[in-house]
T-cell receptor, first 115, second 116 residues
């Protein structure tokens, strides 16, 4: 079975601090893509960052970066200089297969950024 | 470019009824996927449509069905509603072709379905 585990149901961080959200996954596929999405109270899922499994270099998008450890099947998200607007549910996900858009999502981590 | 549009935003139905949810993808996107989000189960994949054909299907009973029209708009239908069908139903679109392997899903705001 293909699964995603996010071991931290809830986290909090002070504004301007750095926080890391963990994610591990399990798949027998060799070709897959990893994503982090955030879901603020407005409900809309927004892409934060993505990583191609065959690329060893960790992806970075402004204050967001990942630590991708393929052998360990780990894909953590680091948020630097946290802002109040980062308060949201964060979902780790991966897409499997060579066609089709079947994404497997983790259970999510609720992040609260405190003033 | 307009985003993914889902209607309605809220629905209240009674057990045993049926419901139809609508999703208009981003212009040019041919793949539409549906997800059910509940506090207990998280996001679960329902099915994906591409060029009017169901391309992938999750593990949901046959009461959940969908279709896609020639303009890529999609509808999802749930028949004989049960209390456990209460959830946020999210629709997502992307290009869906082989050249867009790493393209992300673009989500709508969802339809909140409450079954009483």
């Amino acid at each position: 079975a293909q699964t995603v585990t996010q071991s931290q149901p809830e986290m909090s961080v002070q504004e301007a601090e750095t926080v890391t959200l963990s994610c591990t996954y399990d798949t027998s596929e060799s070709n897959y893509y990893l994503f982090w999405y955030k879901q603020p109270p407005s409900r809309q899922m927004i892409l934060v960052i993505r990583q191609e499994a065959y690329k060893q270099q960790n992806a970075t998008e402004n204050r967001f970066s990942v630590n991708f450890q393929k052998a360990a099947k780990s894909f953590s998200l680091k948020i630097s200089d946290s802002q109040l607007g980062d308060t949201a549910m964060y979902f780790c996900a991966f897409r499997v297969g060579n066609y089709g858009q079947n994404f497997v999502f983790g259970p999510g981590t609720r992040l609260s950024v405190l003033p | 470019k307009a985003g993914v549009t889902q209607t309605p935003r809220y629905l209240i139905k009674t057990r045993g009824q049926q419901v139809t949810l609508s999703c208009s993808p981003i212009s040019g996107h041919r793949s539409v996927s549906w997800y059910q989000q509940t506090p207990g189960q998280g996001l679960q994949f329902l099915f994906e449509y591409f060029s009017e054909t169901q391309r992938n299907k999750g593990n949901f009973p046959g009461r959940f069905s969908g279709r896609q029209f020639s303009n890529s708009r999609s509808e999802m239908n749930v028949s004989t509603l049960e209390l456990g069908d209460s959830a946020l139903y999210l629709c997502a679109s992307n290009l869906g072709d082989r050249s867009s392997y790493n393209s992300p899903l673009h989500f709508g705001n969802g339809t909140r379905l409450t079954v009483t």
